[in-house]
């Protein structure tokens, strides 16, 4: 959720709780919360009315899976109406709940939750909350239609030519993001996003911490999601941690996801969604790195993912990379990677250091290339990992 609504939802929910003389809670579809009503008296303050779920919602902002199929059981999602929950001690409810779904044209868009007392809130009060969730559906809307728009000045601004034409896009984002565009951000790359359609990217309510979310070609016929976070500052990058999480947690399909290096506002957008696409990568090319890699992270494959495909081929290494020796060229990888010791290198490999020689005799055969000499190692080596890319 941007800054820019916090304050309206708080309002709202504050309203209602004085409305109703209970504390509130909004959440939206996915039990992610947005704001929470104050306590007013030292009774609200006990352990029944902070029972387990509650509190949890509260300190994580977000409820756990199997809370929400429990609650979604209750048929809040078709609802059109207050509906009563009683207090399930067993899941952790010490206290029954009223949900007034939160909906605009129709679609559900959030929950407002009341704790239920004995006596609880009469009809007419109900009837009156629910026209303020009408209020906070229209804003939530509001807010996912803004977050939809951004998407095409967040695509050209990635994509956009460099010179005039990429200063022009970067110059729309910013006067669209306003305020939100200050400050450090950077980029999230997850790829391949499993879409076909370019318009296909989640909402950007949906994702912690992410400003702007939009689809972007990867390869000759795949989609890849990038995502703006701002960050709180450029030393800590969990914001761009999380929302990578979310989203992979969220695919079926293998993916993985790259962080671009921080950037103090949105001048230098185009050259963070090359490092976060760059690590995207790394992070597919070797399992080690993923699946969340960070462009600072990925050593060799920093200069690596820059060069045009075709120059990672070196001829020298076309042989050793035929399927036939797969095995030869995972064991002069791993050699290489263990900067030439032989001892670590069996050792990895779990196989006698003769055979070790012996394979290793065989790659130089098959190269032509002498693992003595420091220039063909470093050309073995690239060639290796640019074969993973």
């Known amino acids: 959720m941007t800054s820019e609504y916090r304050g309206d939802f708080q309002e709202l929910v504050d309203e209602i709780s004085e409305l109703l003389g209970v504390p509130a809670t909004l959440e939206n579809r996915d039990f992610e919360l947005i704001a929470f009503g104050a306590y007013d008296s030292e009774d609200e303050l006990d352990a029944s009315a902070l029972d387990p779920v509650r509190t949890r919602s509260i300190l994580t902002r977000r409820s756990t899976a199997a809370v929400r199929t429990w609650f979604e059981g209750f048929g809040i999602t078709r609802a059109t109406g207050p509906v009563r929950i009683p207090p399930t001690p067993e899941a952790g409810v010490y206290r029954g709940r009223i949900c007034l779904p939160v909906r605009h044209r129709g679609v559900v868009l959030g929950y407002v939750w009341l704790l239920d007392d004995d006596p609880g809130p009469t009809e007419q009060q109900l009837a009156a909350a629910m026209e303020v969730t009408a209020r906070i559906g229209a804003l939530l809307a509001d807010e996912v239609q803004h977050g939809a728009d951004l998407s095409r000045e967040l695509r050209a601004a990635l994509v956009a030519e460099r010179g005039w034409q990429g200063d022009m896009a970067v110059a729309a984002l910013r006067t669209a993001l306003g305020a939100r565009g200050e400050g450090p951000h950077t980029v999230v790359c997850v790829a391949p996003w499993p879409s076909a359609d370019p318009d296909d990217a989640p909402s950007v309510r949906t994702v912690p911490h992410a400003t702007a979310l939009c689809t972007v070609p990867w390869g000759t016929d795949g989609q890849s999601l990038a995502v703006l976070v701002r960050l709180r500052s450029a030393e800590v990058r969990t914001p761009a941690r999380t929302a990578a999480s979310r989203l992979l947690k969220d695919e079926a399909t293998r993916s993985a996801a790259g962080i671009g290096a921080p950037r103090r506002g949105l001048g230098e957008l185009p ?80 196989i006698h250091r003769q055979t070790l020689y012996y394979r290793l005799s065989r790659v130089e055969q098959l190269t032509g290339l002498d693992l003595d000499d420091g220039e063909d190692r470093l050309l073995l080596h690239m060639a290796l990992k640019g074969a993973r890319l």
């Not at 200069?303 to 070196?314: G, M």
Request: aromatic letters at 4%.
């Open 271 to 350: 050259a963070a969604w090359q490092e976060a696409s760059a690590a995207a990568r790394a992070a597919l090319a070797e399992p080690r790195l993923g699946p969340i890699a960070e462009w600072a992270h990925i050593g060799p494959y920093r200069l690596l993912t820059s060069l045009p495909p075709e120059v990672t081929h070196d001829p020298a290494v076309a042989l050793l990379l035929s399927p036939a020796h797969r095995e030869l060229a995972r064991t002069a990888e791993t050699y290489l990677d263990c900067a030439g010791q032989a001892a670590r290198t069996a050792a990895e490999l779990g």
